[in-house]
């Protein structure tokens, strides 16, 4: 049994896809299997997932295509197919609730379970139902996870990684910290940049020396921000699994109801412009990436109708969806009635390769668009969402000045 630091006992699991993609190729493709595969980024030009074949032979995510062809000139290269990598990740989310109900997914490809009890419930003790799942999720789809069981989130996700390929890594009650200790401290997830370089001009490289760090001090390099990082270097966390149902699973939310009912389609794109700002930031905040955007509609009536848009690869910013609001708004507004409110989702969690933009041939626009995008987020959270407009607002308002 495995207990958490000065809460009720609790057992959480992780399981990590491994070579998730590429491992899904070959699965649902027979001609790939035994072969050399990596799937390809086809905008950015990289390796995004590379078979166990491929990665014998030295291929990496993160290089260019071009240069893993060079590498291994037998190699199968494979375009992204992301609805796939969500079917198989929805039927092995589908297993997993089958052993517990608690089931949070941290994007496509991961996931937490909170097995605590499921000794009395299906009398296996937690790693018998990993294995069990491991197991299943092998013969049955053809691939291949990492599993991790601690007492909390943060250290199973990172005790699921250290298990990679296919294996299972326990962290017993009260060794978290010693666990923790030597890895580095980039794989708490969630540290921006700058606190990444002011750390390391500081000599803390490892999570060991960041959990024995003083307060005091590592508070005038990241302010209020030190005393959360040292608790989670020390393994103490204590957040339950589901207690994020909407960013984990859902996706997150933007809604705007209006004082009055609204039928202008121009006046509509405007708020969803601004709605997807919004949205996007939220995103951006969470370090991960979306594929999949909901528009919800409530008419007058209270009738509603609703629509999705899939986004060609996973992002975190607004500039691959705004040129398609208006094909999302028009799919979703399927009754020429007047709307009371609009409902905006971000769905489809995807974790970010920090590796994948360092050698992506579009890394410079790539990286050009986040760092506008963070000092935007910075002006709107400082003055306020006003403070700044696309030209295509103030045009907008400018012509219906116009038009009054």
């Known amino acids: 049994m495995i207990y958490t630091i000065g809460v009720a ?23 790939l299997r035994g072969r050399p595969v990596v799937v390809g980024a086809e905008r950015r030009g990289v390796v995004l997932s590379a078979s166990q074949e491929a990665r014998r032979l030295g291929i990496r995510p993160g290089w260019p295509v071009g240069r893993a ?16 990598y969500e079917r198989f990740f929805d039927e092995i989310l589908w297993l997993c609730q089958e052993a517990t109900p608690a089931v949070e997914p941290a994007a496509v490809g991961a996931a937490w379970l909170d097995l605590t009890g499921t000794e009395r419930v299906h009398a296996q003790d937690p790693r018998a139902v990993m294995e069990r799942i491991q ?55 969630g540290l921006r940049r700058e606190e990444l370089e002011a750390l390391d001009l500081a000599g803390i490289r490892t999570l060991g020396q960041l959990a024995s760090a003083p307060v005091d001090a590592l508070g005038a390099l990241l302010g209020r921000r030190a005393l959360p990082l040292i608790r989670q270097a020390q393994g103490v966390a204590d957040e339950p699994v589901g207690a994020r149902p909407k960013a ?4 997150w939310t933007e809604r705007v109801e209006f004082p009055e009912d609204v039928w202008e389609e121009r006046l509509l794109l405007r708020v969803l412009r601004g709605m997807l700002e919004r949205l996007m930031a939220q995103v951006r905040a969470a370090g991960v990436e979306i594929r ?38 028009r799919s979703a507004w399927t009754r020429r009635v007047r709307l009371r409110a609009m409902t905006l989702r971000a769905g489809r969690v995807y974790r970010p390769g920090a590796q994948l933009e360092l050698f992506s041939p579009n890394a410079e626009e790539r990286e050009r668009q986040r760092r506008v995008a963070a000092v935007l987020d910075g002006l709107r959270g400082r003055f306020g969402p006003a403070a700044l407009m696309r030209g295509a607002d103030l045009l907008d308002r400018a012509a219906a000045v116009g038009e009054d």
Do not use: M
């Open 9 to 31: 006992s609790r057992t959480i699991a992780h399981w990590d896809g491994d070579r998730f993609f590429a491992s899904i190729e070959q699965a649902a493709d027979r001609r």
């Open 69 to 84: 062809r060079r590498a291994v000139p037998d190699l199968v290269v494979v375009p992204a197919h992301f609805e796939l």
């Open 135 to 189: 197991t299943t999720v092998r013969r049955w789809l053809r691939v291949s996870l990492s599993t991790g069981i601690a007492a909390n989130r943060l250290v199973s996700r990172l005790a699921a990684r250290a298990g990679k390929p296919g294996g299972k890594v326990v962290v017993p009650a009260g060794g978290e910290r010693a666990f923790l200790a030597p890895l580095p401290v980039a794989a708490l997830s």
């Open 248 to 251: 984990a699973a859902e996706g």
């Open 292 to 329: 999949r955007l909901t528009l919800e509609l409530r008419y007058t009536d209270r009738a509603e109708s609703r629509s999705s848009l899939d986004l060609p690869e996973p992002c975190c910013t607004e500039d691959d969806a705004l040129p398609r609001l208006g094909e999302l708004l």
